[in-house]
């Protein structure tokens, strides 16, 4: 312990140093200028370029956005009951394991019962977006909300209306009564730079108005939460009630919804992620014209591309989508797309990792069209179709699956929709619908929840089947009921 705080010490003191020989700061500006040249390296006496100085940088005033933008978010309180789920974990070995709370969705200091319908008590973030009174939020912030409450920086409080809300997006529209209310001006988030200065205003912990500030860590994230968003990652403290507040850019614009962040404590550890705008707006015409909201969909699912890979494909870098299983029946079969392709391009626009794929679908309309840009077998390739609606789900094919599975443990299975699986903490897993044959004699029971077979996790129906279908005799299934985790051996028919 002492050699690390040596080092820590000798780091800090040679940062020092070094930073009061190369630049000073000019207080009144807060701008970092050089004050003296460099001696020039000895390389550059051998004719090597010289290295060029980055531009100065002006630090931001937050002061200024926050005094022109912060009467214009609102603290959000909400009041009703929820039925606890019943295939929530309890178990110690669950409340260590680092990925059974991975990502949090925070609502404020809010209470829950175990089992049966319990009284809920939130507190969240919004912000004003037209001076009629529509406000942005977070769908999680309202759901089960019976009551929902929305406070002005100058203390005034209405009742607001749930004009809609989006789980798969986690956004929400709201609605209250009043008249030339102030607004945010809403930026675009695919302007977005990754290390560029980013404001967040909310309520952590119900602390009304409250001002952290932090950059962008990285763009278009994909969570485990399926829910395809590409989320701006920051470093800005987020907490319990930041739920909902926007996330500003230095010119005052909102760029993004603060969602989540990832914790293994219930506090802020440095990851924080934000809805962009973008999608956030698109959420909100629809809810405001019509009270609903359709997602598209292509019927693929994608694997990362990795250098392996890559080399496998004749792929100059390891980058794209890699088309694992196309949906039977479902848009991506209609345009052509065939499992090994790796598509690089959706509409022109560059797949780098797998998860851009899901995020640009999300950004589109069921019925749009679509280019996609497929290498197969060593060249390009250019598909072109339509894409579908996420709520036209392929019935016939989910059967097969179902069936197949049901065929030796006698269970139907369905993944978790996104809310069971925020509510369950649950990071996989499937529900048990019905029970029958092996695994009901075995003692799997309607409403279980199936974790993994033979110890492998399962996140679908076909991850079950394969699992089954090269187990001879038996297999173990780990499965999560009420407050406990059991392992339950099923002989196979």
Partial sequence: MRNTTTMFLALATAGVVGAGAAIAVQHSQAIAAPVAALSAPANAAQGAPAPVPAPMISLPDFSVIASRNGPAVVNISTVGSTKEANFRGGDDDADNDPFFEFFRRFQGPGQRGRGGAVPTHGVGSGFIVSADGIILTNAHVVRDANEVTVKLTDRRE?????????????????????????????????????????????????????????????????????????????????????????????????????????????????????????????????????????????????????????DSFDLESPEGALVSNVERGGPAEKLGLKAGDVIRKMNGQKIIASGDLPALVSLAMPGDKVELEVWRQGKNVTLEGKLGNAADRNVAALKNDEAAAKLRLGLALRQLDPQERRESGLPSGLLVEDAGGAAASAGVQPGDVLLSVNGRPVNSVNDVRDLVAKSSKSVALLIQRGEDRIFIPVRLG
Avoid: C
């Fill in 158 to 310: 209405f009742r607001a209306k749930v004009l809609g809300s989006d789980p798969k997006t986690d956004v929400a529209v709201l609605k209250i009564e009043a008249r030339n209310l102030p607004v945010v001006p809403l930026g675009r988030s695919t302007d977005v730079k990754v290390g560029e200065w980013v404001l967040a205003i909310g309520s952590p912990f119900g602390l009304e108005n409250t001002v952290t500030a932090g950059v962008v860590s990285a763009k278009g994230r994909s969570l485990p939460d399926d829910s395809n968003v590409p989320f701006i990652q920051t470093d800005v403290a987020i907490n319990p009630g930041n739920s909902g507040g926007p996330l500003f850019n230095t010119k005052g614009e909102v760029i993004g919804i603060n969602s989540q962040i990832y914790s293994q404590s219930g506090g802020y550890q440095g990851l924080s992620f934000s809805i962009p705008i973008d999608v956030a707006t698109r959420v909100r015409d629809q809810i405001v014209s019509t009270g609903k909201v359709v997602h598209a969909r292509l019927g693929v699912m994608v694997q990362e591309v990795n250098q392996g890979f890559a």
